[in-house]
């Protein structure tokens, strides 16, 4: 990983872990998919699924995040700027093929999670062991929503994950939308608008490759995973889930709450309510918390 040393400790000393790449790309694909929803928050759905006789290729891994939007992802060992092009192709293959994939996720997860997928920000999902600047620059370029992840392995047992870049390309339409319901109706206050106006610019402002997702009943933010998710204002308050461990937090009455194994919208344990700005500069440690998790 870039600038990062890990060592391994003992009483007589330390010995650094020298990182490696996989011996083949199999491996890594391999070892993601094992585990895909705890390392990407993402459902795993297939594996080399084919694209069919016309584009003639195979998508290395089908899943779905956590806001129902599409993910593909795809691998490579090493440095390979086809990465890029080759996912995209494949996403475009997606977004043409609509009904096969939803297909899939009725067989693999059920017909409810099926009729709520989000076709509006389809990911693409790119994992190697390294990016060149060009990659950094062409994933800015293209009005998709993009994750280059960096890869290495750690001795026997570890794996390290680093988010090297990452766009929405939904962004526009997003800024949009967030003044656009800054407009009191449905019995919200003008200070809950601009309470939540506040918190979307206090969500987004964390830190580079911050992405916001529009679901039908909450704003998911993201880097590679969902940290928070907002719920549209209600009367007195305005609802936002954490990945924020309750368990690890001294909760107080009326400002967070513990929500494990209850049922909301959005993902995340642990529940904040903001009633004033004064709510939300409380909130700020708890939200760098659970962006610096994800």
Same mark, same amino acid.
């Not at 999902?125 to 620059?137: L, Q, S």
């Given at each position: ?66 806001? @129902? ?31 096969? &994939? ?7 997860? @059920? ?19 390294? &990016? ?53 109706? @449905? ?67 009326? &400002? ?30 708890? &939200? ?7």
């Amino acid at each position: 990983m870039s600038g990062l040393k890990l060592f391994h400790t003992t009483e007589i000393g330390v010995t650094e872990v020298v990182p490696r790449l996989a011996e083949v790309e199999a491996a890594v694909q391999g070892l993601v998919e094992a585990h895909m929803e705890t390392v990407l928050g993402v459902k795993f759905l297939a594996s080399e699924y084919s694209t069919g006789p016309v584009h003639g290729g195979r998508v290395d891994s089908l899943g779905l995040d956590e806001n @129902g939007s599409p993910v593909i992802v795809e691998y490579k060992r090493g440095v390979d700027s086809g990465v890029i092009n080759q996912g995209l192709f494949y996403l475009s293959w997606l977004m043409d093929h609509r009904a096969e &994939f939803e297909h899939l996720v009725r067989d693999r997860l @059920g017909v409810t999670v099926a009729a709520q997928v989000l076709w509006s920000s389809p990911r693409l999902i790119c994992i190697a062991g390294d &990016f060149t600047r060009f990659d950094m620059h062409a994933v800015r370029e293209h009005r998709r929503s993009i994750d280059l992840v960096r890869y290495r392995l750690f001795g026997k047992d570890l794996l390290g994950l680093e988010t090297v870049a990452s766009v929405s390309g939904r962004s526009p339409v997003v800024r949009r939308v967030r003044r656009q319901v800054a407009v009191p109706g @449905g019995g919200q206050s003008v200070a809950l608008v601009e309470l939540a106006q506040a918190v979307d610019e206090t969500l987004l402002g964390l830190g580079d490759g911050v992405n916001c997702v529009q679901h039908k009943t909450y704003r998911a933010y993201q880097r590679l995973r969902n940290f928070a998710c907002v719920c549209p204002p209600q009367r007195t308050k305005l609802l936002v889930y954490l990945k924020a461990d309750p368990k690890q937090m001294d909760l107080v009455p009326g &400002f967070t709450r513990d929500v494990t194994g209850l049922g909301h919208h959005g993902t995340g344990d642990l529940e904040v309510q903001l009633r004033t700005e004064r709510d939300l500069d409380r909130a700020q440690r708890l &939200f760098r918390l659970s962006y610096a998790a994800a």
